[in-house]
C-alpha cells in the first residue's frame, strides 16, 4: 500500500476507500436523499392541512444532498416560500391565481439582484396594510418598492444572528440552522435564462436533458440587497436552489468526494488563515466543482482519477480567487467573491491552494475532521459494510424523529386555545355520517360544535383537496397524505367517541368509521390501543380482547421500531437492519406506516376516551407555575398537558384491566408482570416512567395494597419532581387509606 500510495492513482483509491468508509458512497447518498425528500414532502403535507393558504417549506445543502459527513456537520438551509405573494418577471406574465398580493420584478442587475415593483390589485386587503410601511417611494410617479426588511422585523434577529438573507439559529441539541423566508418566482428571467443556454453551448455538461429539467425549475428571490449598492435595502436576489439541487443529483460518486475534500481543504487550511474564515464558502467549494465538471469529460470523473480531479477543482478555485471574481454557475454575470477579497486576502488563500496543490497529496494527512488523515495512513483498514448499515438506520431514524416531531406540533397547535383555560367542554349530539378520504365524502359533516373538532375538520377537508389534486406519480406525496388521514382520523374518531361516552351514549357510526378508517393507515399504530380503550370503557370485552391479541402480535414483531418524543426525549428500539433492505421495494413513509409503533397520546378533550387511570396525567402541572417556553421548548411545555405512554406499556396496562375485569387471575398477573418490566428503564420508556410507575400504583391500589402503591407513587416523584401527577395520586391514596382506618 505504500508503495501504491506514491502514485496519483494508488492515493485516489486509497481516498475513495476512506471517504467510503466514512459513509460517502451510492448506497448511503441515495438513501439520504430519498430519506430527506420524503421527510420535505411530509412537512408540506402537514403544513397544507393548517391553513387554507399555506406556506411551501423546503431544504437544500449538503444534508439534502448526501455531500457530507458526520466530522463536517454541515447546517441546513430551510426555506419557508410565501404562496400569498407572487412575484412577476415579465410585464406579460398573468398573476397566478393562488396570490393575494403581486410584485414585478424591476431594475433587474447583471449581479443577480432586482427591485419588487408593486403591481398588486388588492390595495384593501389586511396583507396590503400590513405591507405598507415597508415600501419605500421610487421618483417615478405611483411607484413603490418592497423593502428587504420584510421579514426582519418580528424581533427574531433581536436574538439570533443574520447571515445575508437568512437568521442563524442554533437548537439545544446543537443543531445548525439557517431560516429563510422567499417569494415564488413566475418564471426565469429571460436573462438568466438566455444566458444559461447559452453557456451550455460550451459546456460538456450538463446534458441538453438535464438543462430543459432545470430550466423547468422555480425560482424566487430572498431579502438580501448587493453589498454596498444604492438601492441595497430595496433589493432581492435571485436564487436558484431547486436547479442546483438537479444539478448536484446528477453528479456521480467521485465528483461528490471531491466536493467533500474541497470542503476537507477549506475548514482545515483556508479557514485558518489570518482574517480569511469564511472567505471562501462551501456554496463557492460548490460552484468550484460545477465549472470543473463542466468542463471535463464525464469518461475522466472514476475513481482512479479521483486526486488529478480534485486538484483540477483546486486550480479552478484558485482562479477564481487570483481573478476576484467567482461566476455564478447558472448567473455568471453574480460574481460570489465580490467585494470579499482585498490584496492581502487573496495573495494568502492563493498561496495555501498552491501550496496544496504542491504537495502533491502530502497535506491530506493533516486533515483531522472525520480522522480523514489517520485512515489515509491506515494500511488495514476494514470494511465498511457495517458502517452503511448503520449509517442507513441512523437516517431512517431521523425521518421517523421528523414525522413525530410533526404529529406531535399539530396536536399542540389544535389545543393551543384550551391549554390555559381547561374548559369544560359542551358536546352537541352529533350528525351522523362516515369520514372517508374519497370521492364520496361529504364536506358538510358536522362533527361537533367545538374549535378543536372544527379545527381537524378543516385539516381533513383541506387533506383531501390536496389528496385530489395531487397526481398519482407523485408517490411520496400520496405516502404523506395517508400517514396524516390515518392521524386525523384517529383524533376525529376519538373526539367523537369522548363525546358519546360523556353523553351517556352508544359510540357513534361516525366515531367507528373514523377509528376504523386510521387502523386501515397503518398496521401498529395508537388507533388500535385507543379503539381497544374505548370498548372497554362501554363493556364491549370481546371486541377488546380481539383488538389487544392483534395488536400483541404485531408488536412482538422484530422489525417494529418504538418510537417515543414526548417530553422532548427521543428514544428508540427495535431491531432495523432489514429496513434498508426494504427501501428497494417500498417508501420511507411506507416503512413508517407498517413498521412504527409510535406512543398513544391523549389530549384533554379526549378524557373520557382515556382510561380513568391515565386521565390524571393531564393535570401534572396543577400543583406547580406553568412552564416558561421558548422557541425550542414550546412542544416540550405543552406535552405536559397530555395523557400519552408507549404502545408497549399500554399495551400491557389494558391487558391487566381487561383480564381482571373477566376474573381471569392468571393472565392478569402475567400483564403486570409484564408492565412491571425493568427493561423499560433502559429502552423506549425512559421518559415515561413517571406514568407507568402511576399506572402501577393505581393498579395496586385496585388490589388493596394501598402502602405498597404509595411507596410506588413517591418513587414516581423521583423521576420526575415538577410535573408529576403522583402527586394528585399521593393525596388520593391518603384520604383512601384514612377512609379504610376509620370504617375499621
Not at 444534508?63 to 412575484?87: A, F
Not at 387502523?519 to 380503550?533: F, G, I, P, Q, R
Not at 412482538?556 to 432489514?578: F, M, P, V
Not at 405536559?640 to 381471569?664: C, D
Request: with cysteine; glycine share 4%.
Amino acid at each position: 500500500m505504500a508503495e501504491a500510495m506514491n502514485t496519483s492513482q494508488g492515493l485516489s483509491l486509497k481516498i475513495n476507500k476512506v471517504l467510503n468508509h466514512l459513509g460517502l458512497n451510492d448506497e448511503i447518498i441515495s438513501y439520504r436523499r430519498k430519506c430527506k425528500l420524503e421527510e420535505e414532502c411530509n412537512e408540506n403535507v402537514f403544513f397544507h392541512t393548517r391553513s387554507i393558504r399555506p406556506m411551501e417549506n423546503f431544504y437544500f445543502g449538503s444534508q439534502w444532498e448526501g455531500t457530507t459527513t458526520d466530522g463536517i456537520n454541515s447546517d441546513l438551509d430551510y426555506v419557508s416560500l410565501n404562496n400569498t405573494i407572487g412575484v412577476l418577471t415579465n410585464s406579460s406574465d398573468q398573476v397566478p391565481d393562488d396570490t393575494d398580493y403581486t410584485f414585478q420584478m424591476d431594475k433587474f442587475t447583471e449581479q443577480g439582484y432586482c427591485c419588487l415593483r408593486d403591481i398588486s390589485f388588492c390595495k384593501e386587503s389586511d396583507l396590503c396594510k400590513s405591507l405598507s410601511p415597508l415600501f419605500t417611494k421610487h421618483h417615478k410617479p405611483n411607484t413603490s418598492y418592497l423593502m428587504n426588511s420584510f421579514y426582519f422585523r418580528n424581533g427574531l434577529c433581536d436574538k439570533n444572528e443574520r447571515e445575508g438573507p437568512a437568521f442563524y439559529l442554533k437548537s439545544p441539541n446543537k443543531t445548525e440552522l439557517n431560516y429563510l423566508k422567499a417569494f415564488f418566482c413566475t418564471a426565469w428571467p429571460p436573462t438568466v435564462s438566455d444566458t444559461f443556454l447559452i453557456s451550455q453551448t460550451k459546456r460538456v455538461w450538463p446534458s441538453d436533458r438535464l438543462v430543459e429539467d432545470v430550466l423547468k425549475t422555480r425560482c424566487f428571490v430572498v431579502p438580501k440587497g448587493s453589498d454596498n449598492g444604492p438601492d441595497s435595502n430595496i433589493e432581492w436576489r435571485l436564487s436558484f436552489s431547486f436547479a442546483e439541487r438537479l444539478l448536484m443529483f446528477d453528479l456521480n460518486i467521485v465528483q461528490i468526494r471531491c466536493y467533500v475534500l474541497m470542503k476537507y481543504v477549506k475548514i482545515t487550511f483556508l479557514d485558518t488563515l489570518p482574517g480569511c474564515k469564511g472567505i471562501i464558502s462551501s456554496y463557492i467549494c460548490k460552484t468550484a466543482l460545477f465549472h470543473t465538471v463542466s468542463q471535463t469529460p464525464k469518461y475522466d470523473w472514476t475513481e482512479v482519477n479521483l486526486f488529478h480531479n480534485f486538484n483540477k477543482c483546486l486550480c479552478t478555485l484558485q482562479k477564481f480567487v487570483n481573478e476576484g471574481n467567482c461566476p455564478h454557475f447558472i448567473m455568471p454575470m453574480n460574481n460570489l467573491l465580490g467585494h470579499k477579497l482585498d490584496k492581502q486576502k487573496k495573495e494568502n488563500i492563493a498561496f495555501e491552494l498552491q501550496r496544496i496543490i504542491d504537495s502533491k497529496g502530502v497535506t491530506l494527512f493533516d486533515i483531522k475532521i472525520d480522522k480523514f488523515g489517520e485512515l489515509l495512513r491506515d494500511d488495514n483498514m476494514q470494511g465498511s459494510t457495517e458502517v452503511i448499515v448503520n449509517k442507513q438506520n441512523e437516517l431512517f431514524y431521523q425521518l421517523i424523529e421528523h414525522l413525530e416531531r410533526k404529529k406531535s406540533r399539530y396536536s399542540t397547535y389544535l389545543l393551543k386555545q384550551n391549554l390555559e383555560s381547561k374548559a369544560n367542554i359542551n358536546w352537541q349530539s352529533p350528525h351522523q355520517g362516515v369520514l372517508e378520504l374519497d370521492n364520496n365524502y361529504s364536506e358538510n359533516i358536522d362533527i361537533r360544535n367545538n374549535k378543536t373538532c372544527q379545527r381537524v375538520k378543516e385539516s381533513f377537508l383541506r387533506l383531501r383537496q390536496l389528496y385530489d389534486r395531487t397526481p398519482r406519480s407523485m408517490e411520496e406525496r400520496h405516502c404523506a397524505i395517508q400517514v396524516w388521514k390515518g392521524i386525523y382520523s384517529t383524533l376525529i374518531g376519538s373526539l367523537l367517541s369522548s363525546a358519546d361516552i360523556k353523553d351517556g351514549h352508544q359510540i357513534s357510526d361516525e366515531a367507528l368509521a373514523c377509528l376504523h378508517l386510521g387502523m386501515e393507515s397503518t398496521n401498529v399504530a395508537s388507533t388500535h390501543l385507543k379503539l381497544a380503550s374505548i370498548m372497554f370503557l362501554i363493556g364491549n370485552y370481546d371486541s377488546t380482547r380481539i383488538i389487544l391479541d392483534d395488536i400483541s402480535a404485531k408488536l412482538d414483531n422484530t422489525l417494529i421500531a418504538h418510537i417515543c418524543q414526548c417530553k422532548g426525549i427521543y428514544k428508540r428500539n427495535g431491531k432495523s437492519l432489514e429496513f434498508s433492505q426494504m427501501l428497494t421495494k417500498k417508501t420511507c413513509l411506507e416503512i413508517v406506516k407498517d413498521n412504527v409503533a409510535d406512543c398513544v397520546v391523549y389530549s384533554s378533550e379526549e378524557v373520557n376516551s382515556c382510561p380513568k387511570e391515565l386521565q390524571y396525567e393531564m393535570y401534572r402541572t396543577a400543583f406547580n407555575k406553568k412552564p416558561i417556553v421558548d422557541i425550542w421548548s414550546t412542544e416540550i411545555a405543552e406535552f405536559l398537558y397530555f395523557a400519552s405512554l408507549p404502545q408497549l406499556p399500554f399495551l400491557y396496562f389494558m391487558k391487566y384491566k381487561l383480564y381482571k375485569q373477566l376474573g381471569m387471575a392468571e393472565q392478569a398477573s402475567e400483564a403486570m408482570i409484564k408492565l412491571i418490566n425493568p427493561d423499560f428503564v433502559n429502552n423506549m420508556c425512559k421518559g415515561h416512567m413517571d406514568t407507568i410507575l402511576n399506572l402501577i400504583g393505581q393498579c395496586l391500589e385496585q388490589e388493596g395494597k394501598c402502602q405498597l402503591a404509595l411507596r410506588i407513587y413517591y418513587h414516581s416523584l423521583k423521576r420526575e419532581p415538577v410535573y408529576n401527577a403522583a402527586k394528585i395520586l399521593i393525596c388520593c391514596n391518603l384520604v383512601k387509606q384514612f377512609n379504610i382506618r376509620n370504617t375499621l
